[in-house]
């Protein structure tokens, strides 16, 4: 299950790489593999509070404050 979900979120991210290509600010060449890497762990750490059991309300703390780690990074190595 978890490689489909990061095999759909490298789709995304090449997807991403199109829209702003076509908005006039392309990203430069990031390698494949490690796109795959960034997906991987962006995706495990999502898995890491339901295999500890995390309480719903810190849950959702937690979701939001992965997923601005992650937003950042890509905007940093996506030059935007």
Do not use: C
């Not at 991403?16 to 495990?44: C, N, W």
């Not at 959702?60 to 990074?73: E, P, S």
């Amino acid at each position: 299950m978890i490689d489909g979900m990061v095999e759909i979120e490298v789709e995304a991210t090449h997807h991403y790489y199109e829209v702003l290509k076509q908005l006039g600010t392309p990203s430069p060449k990031i390698d494949e593999r490690l796109e795959h890497i960034m997906a991987t762990g962006m995706i495990g750490a999502f898995f890491e509070m339901v295999l500890h059991r995390m309480p719903f309300e810190d849950a959702k703390v937690f979701l939001q404050q992965l997923n601005d780690l992650y937003t950042a990074g890509w905007m940093k190595i996506m030059g935007q």
